[in-house]
């Protein structure tokens, strides 16, 4: 498809609007292409980010057992993590519903309903504002990984 | 907290201090007098005998935030991958070399001793994401420059026929609502008559659709910025980037906005003339001479320089026109909304390449003919020309002439055969060196307490160990002071801090353009008039960019 609208446009114009994305997706993977440099599934093992989106698949980590966590970060579905063996961490939707436990699950707020935020549209071009609408009360989910990385200290972030 | 720093050699050309010993005194982040009377107790000594001592450097047109560099880093995995920057210190992980993620980006710019960039292809409907960006650069204050001249609202009130005070405040409603210091107009209605299938629009073409010129967008935005008393004069990326005697269209350009201020940006790229056997040859002596007869006109040069980088432009026009030369092949143009475009386009210089060479030549020909250090820029247009790590070898190029001709021995003979560089013997100056990458971008952006070391300005300072070999000296300053914070020591960084936001807020008719721009919006726009302006509680709300506002002519 790419080739033809390149064709086309040596005579006329014609261009294709890619859409797609939900749950944040989008977002992350824009957010994740200017702080690392890559789209998501990015490893630092090395130190440096390296992406390869196979191996850093988080679903073949879990499958072949070269996880030793699972930490799952998700403010705007309720949908679960998948179910794994490794320890999981949650910072979830308040109201996340599971079929197996997870070790730890941190309810959080949702932005745009509980906290402003950000967030692209599924052109992945024009990011829109997210507006606070109540105060439910929740921590945000960025305040708990930050509250995270300070108690493991100053070596480790 | 007084610091003090001792001894070192003053080079601050806002006060037309060159090169005098002298102490500065530091007071919660500003600059202050020399304290005098009641016993002075310094908190915190810099030894800076034999050192060089200049405000914090200010690039004043580069590629940092926005939609099309983060396009540029998904399209050229391979410059990051080539590039990596493993955490280190203070520092976290990053990569890449000509479309560097942003946090690599703000430590890359301290450790060269600047303290502030300015984006300057802001579009409007992405401005968000440009502020983003910019947000997660740290050390660095920042600044955009919003788009316009191809957007559909403008087109539809100067091909309409409105009052000049129409425009004014749909100019004035769009730095509001961007969060800007600055207009730039790019390709003057070509990114608008791209879309409708024109290939080229010269100064004095019409827009098939609207029926407007170049000539007549780039009267009535210069006269909107001069109108509302924004400092920074209409930035203007002209017709015809990269076309071969596209001299002609940049002298018209300047004579064409009868007197009133105008920046012409990356000028390098609009000096092109169509003498010799290949049809291509320098315009440098031409456009230096029409740069220092009108004193109405500021340039940046957007410097070439050898090596692979990759070009981001708001000028889809010409960058699909480019784009058979892409390096790697692989290319991205889009058409975004009612707004404008973009094109990245990976690109390598070379040196013994015909026209890269001569491009090279031809843009440091326009710097060392220029009579005016105040009215010309030092920029590569990053990562157009070169990414900005190049900086300190441009420098040097300008101060060291022997080095200038050791390296212009080495690029196409045929290229150095038609350029008359080897024979200009000018050598740039610390204290010039000074004026274009600080007190000049300063006072072009209205920044009054920025780039100069007088008391209250903010204590961004770059302290440097005075050296032959300029491109070592400019490339790992002794010590960056950001806001009065020691940032970078000995090249390193040693402190995160977060820089601030620049703006501009002329004074404006909101509800008479608001009753225009909402029936506009809710008819035409993906997104409601109310979403597309930027809240301050976006930018701040996280506790690290504050924003500044500058004062705009007449205001206080
Ligand atoms: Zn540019």
Redesign the interface.
């Given at each position: 498809m790419c080739k033809a609208i390149v064709a086309i446009n040596q005579v006329t114009r014609c261009a294709a609007l890619p859409l797609g994305g939900q749950e944040g997706d989008r977002t992350a993977s824009q957010v994740a292409a200017w702080i690392s440099g890559f789209p998501t599934r990015v490893g630092y093992l090395q130190g440096f980010p390296e992406y390869d989106p196979y191996h850093y698949g988080a679903e073949r980590l879990l499958l072949e057992g070269e996880a030793d966590l699972l930490v799952w970060v998700s403010t705007l579905s309720t949908n679960p993590p998948p179910e794994t063996q490794v320890p999981t961490l949650v910072i979830g939707r308040s109201g996340m519903v599971f079929s197996k436990e997870p070790e730890v699950f941190i309810p959080v707020g949702v932005p745009g309903i509980d906290f402003s935020g950000h967030m692209y549209r599924c052109d992945n071009v024009v990011a829109l504002p997210l507006y606070q609408l109540r105060d439910g009360g929740l921590p945000k989910a960025s305040n708990v990984l930050k509250a995270i990385e300070e108690a493991m200290g100053p070596e480790s972030s | 907290m007084l610091m003090k720093l001792t001894g070192g050699k003053v080079y601050d050309p806002a006060h037309g201090i060159d090169g005098e010993v002298r102490d500065l005194y530091i007071r919660d982040g500003r600059i202050i007098a020399h304290p005098h009377g009641e016993a002075v107790s310094v908190d915190q000594e810099f030894d800076c005998r034999g050192k060089v001592i200049m405000s914090g450097a200010i690039d004043m047109h580069t590629h940092i935030g926005g939609?099309k560099?983060?396009i540029a880093?998904?399209l050229l995995?391979e410059?990051?991958?080539n590039d990596?920057?493993?955490?280190?210190g203070l520092k976290r992980?990053?990569?890449?070399h000509s479309?560097?993620?942003?946090?690599t980006t703000g430590y890359r710019y301290a450790e060269m001793g600047y303290t502030a960039g300015f984006e300057p292809a802001v579009l409007p409907?992405?401005a968000?994401?440009a502020h983003?960006?910019m947000a997660?650069v740290p050390l660095l204050d920042v600044g955009g420059y919003v788009m316009l001249g191809s957007d559909d609202f403008f087109l539809r009130l100067l091909s309409s026929g409105v009052d000049q005070e129409v425009i004014n405040d749909y100019v004035a409603w769009t730095v509001h609502s961007s969060q800007c210091i600055g207009i730039k107009v790019v390709n003057p209605g070509g990114i608008s008559a791209?879309?409708?299938?024109q290939r080229s629009l010269d100064l004095d073409e019409q827009h098939q659709y609207y029926g407007v010129t170049p000539r007549g967008i780039l009267q009535s935005l210069t006269r909107a910025v001069h109108e509302l008393g924004i400092p920074h004069p209409l930035h203007v990326h002209g017709c015809n980037l990269g076309v071969p005697g596209n001299i002609e269209t940049t002298l018209n350009t300047i004579s064409g906005v009868e007197g009133l201020p105008m920046h012409l940006t990356h000028i390098q790229f609009h000096s092109y003339g169509t003498e010799g056997d290949r049809k291509f040859s320098s315009g440098a002596a031409k456009i230096a001479e029409a740069l220092n007869k009108n004193p109405n006109i500021t340039v940046d040069v957007g410097q070439i320089l050898f090596g692979q980088t990759v070009t981001a432009s708001g000028d889809s026009m010409r960058q699909?026109a480019n784009h058979g030369h892409a390096h790697p092949n692989k290319w991205v143009c889009?058409?975004?909304?009612c707004d404008a475009g973009c094109g990245v386009v990976p690109f390598k210089y070379r040196d013994q390449n015909f026209v890269n060479a001569l491009q090279w030549c031809i843009g440091l020909e326009i710097f060392l003919l220029a009579e005016d250090p105040w009215r010309i820029f030092l920029t590569t247009d990053h990562p157009n020309g070169a990414p900005f790590t190049t900086y300190p070898h441009l420098i040097r190029l300008l101060m060291d002439k022997t080095f200038r001709n050791d390296r212009l021995a080495t690029i196409s003979p045929d290229a150095a055969a038609l350029s008359t560089l080897g024979s200009i013997d000018r050598e740039y100056s610390l204290y010039e060196i000074a004026i274009m990458t600080r007190a000049g971008a300063a006072r072009l952006l209205g920044l009054h307490d920025r780039g100069h070391l007088g008391a209250g300005a903010a204590a961004d300072i770059t302290v440097y160990t005075e050296q032959d070999d300029k491109e070592a000296m400019f490339t790992r300053p002794d010590y960056v002071f950001k806001d009065g914070e020691l940032i970078v020591r000995k090249g390193e960084v040693v402190k995160i801090v977060w820089g601030n936001l620049h703006t501009v807020r002329p004074e404006f008719d909101r509800a008479g353009i608001e009753s225009r721009l909402k029936p506009y919006f809710d008819r035409y726009h993906?997104?409601a008039m109310d979403?597309f302006v930027?809240?301050d509680?976006?930018i701040e709300?996280d506790g690290r960019s504050q924003i500044l506002v500058h004062p705009c002519r007449g205001q206080a």
């Open positions: - | 939609g560099v983060t880093r998904n995995p410059d990051h991958r990596p920057v493993p955490r280190s992980a990053g990569a890449g479309a560097a993620s942003t946090l409907i992405n968000r994401q983003m960006e997660d791209f879309k409708f299938n699909y889009m058409d975004i909304e993906t997104m979403n930027i809240r509680w976006e709300d």
